[in-house]
C-alpha cells in the first residue's frame, strides 16, 4: 500500500513561485504530479522514476517546471516558477510501482488528497 502526502500549494501573484512536496510510504517506482483546474479535466504535470532518476516533464511546461527527488528521505518535489494564472488548479501526487513512467492519469493507482495553487494575475 502507498500513501502519498502533498504540501507547498498556496496563492502566489503571476511570475511567482512554489514548491511542491510529495512524501511517499510505500513502494513508489514511478511518481507523478497532476493537476486539475476548476472545469477542467486532470492533466499531466511531471513524474520521475525514484529508482534511476529518470524526469518526465509536459512539453509546455519544461522552460518553468522541474521535478527533483530527495530518496532518503522518500520526497519528490515539484518546483514551479514563473507561475500564470492558468497554472492554477489543484495539483495531485500520485505513484505506481511500475518500469516506465508518464503522464497519464489513469496508470497511477495511488493518489494524494492534493493541494491547491492559486495564481492571481
Known amino acids: 500500500q502507498v500513501q502519498l502526502v502533498e504540501s507547498g500549494g498556496g496563492s502566489v501573484q503571476a511570475g511567482g513561485s512554489l514548491r511542491l512536496s510529495c512524501v511517499a510510504s510505500?513502494?513508489?517506482?514511478?511518481l507523478g504530479w497532476f493537476r486539475q483546474a476548476p472545469g477542467k479535466g486532470r492533466e499531466g504535470v511531471a513524474a520521475i522514476h525514484t529508482g534511476i532518476g529518470t524526469t518526465y516533464i509536459r512539453s509546455i511546461l519544461k522552460d518553468r517546471f522541474t521535478i527533483s527527488q530527495d530518496n532518503a528521505k522518500n520526497t519528490v518535489w515539484l518546483q514551479m516558477n514563473s507561475l500564470k494564472p492558468e497554472d492554477t488548479g489543484m495539483y495531485y501526487c500520485a505513484a505506481e510501482p511500475k518500469a516506465a513512467c508518464g503522464l497519464i492519469d489513469y496508470e497511477y493507482r495511488y493518489w494524494g488528497q492534493g493541494t491547491q495553487v492559486t495564481v492571481s494575475s
Open positions: 510505500g513502494s513508489t517506482y514511478c
